[in-house]
DNA sequence: TGTTGACTTCAACAAATGTTGAACTTCTAG
DNA sequence: CTAGAAGTTCAACATTTGTTGAAGTCAACA
């Protein structure tokens, strides 16, 4: 049974307007019915979750739409499984990220060092 | 001596755009010479790159603004130690919930399962 | 004092991620 | 068949974090 813009969103927690970005986006795709309504798959409904996850993990759709694209049509609970993993993957780089991002605050120590130096000698600034 | 904002911009590595769009919001401030140019104190390099700091930990200008406001006048050394540690903090937390997220991309497992279910009765959409 | 680079303000633009509203069409239940 | 809910498109708006440019002013060196 095909989804409805509205179905869509309600399943998967997100705006109608949402679904609507996403497809202009090309991060979902739908069919069309003879009066021009979109028609998704169920698994479509995983697809926005994904999505949705993604951008928590601080993915731009941009981005998103890269790694969606690689998946087969169609994608198995495998592919999805490996597609979690990258995500999984990409999340973990951006903790490290963060750590070191902390380290540089704590450890280099010297972020906020200043003494009054030895007088210059430059013209005075008012 | 009393910094410019081309001064503050390059010691502390950011556009002068970005030193004015941060005073205009409350993280910076500055005096102001006769002749109405900004002039900044060599304790703003350091306030700047803990803004930038905290930008890549992720918080928004308003939520900086509202950390730095929580600073005495005139910090002290301890006083950026402090901020330094509620980052680290702060960054901890998000590294925590980057980790949620990954547990319920990976540990939920039924993210994506979606299987024909029994043939339901209700008006066949196209 | 004059020149020139750096400063000032203000408005417009930019990119990302949507939301909202208007005007119109379609779908489905009764 | 028809009413009303939900769909369609398109344009405008909203927010965040700045950048860019124009028009004009200031400050520091010579």
């Given at each position: 049974m095909p989804l409805t813009v509205g179905d869509l969103a309600r399943a998967s927690g997100v705006a109608p307007s949402a679904v609507r970005f996403y497809e202009a986006h090309g991060l979902l795709s739908a069919e069309r019915t003879s009066g021009n309504q979109r028609r998704f798959h169920d698994a479509d409904v995983c697809r926005t979750k994904v999505i949705r996850v993604a951008q928590r993990v601080g993915l731009s759709v941009a981005e998103i739409k890269q790694v969606l694209d690689e998946l087969p049509p169609d994608p198995a609970p495998e592919d999805w499984q490996r597609l979690a993993e990258s995500l999984v993957a990409e999340a973990h780089r951006r903790i490290q990220h963060l750590q070191q991002v902390l380290g540089e605050i704590t450890g280099g120590g010297k972020l906020c060092e200043l003494k009054e130096p030895?007088?210059?000698?430059?013209g005075s600034r008012s």
């Open positions: 030895a007088t210059s000698v430059a």
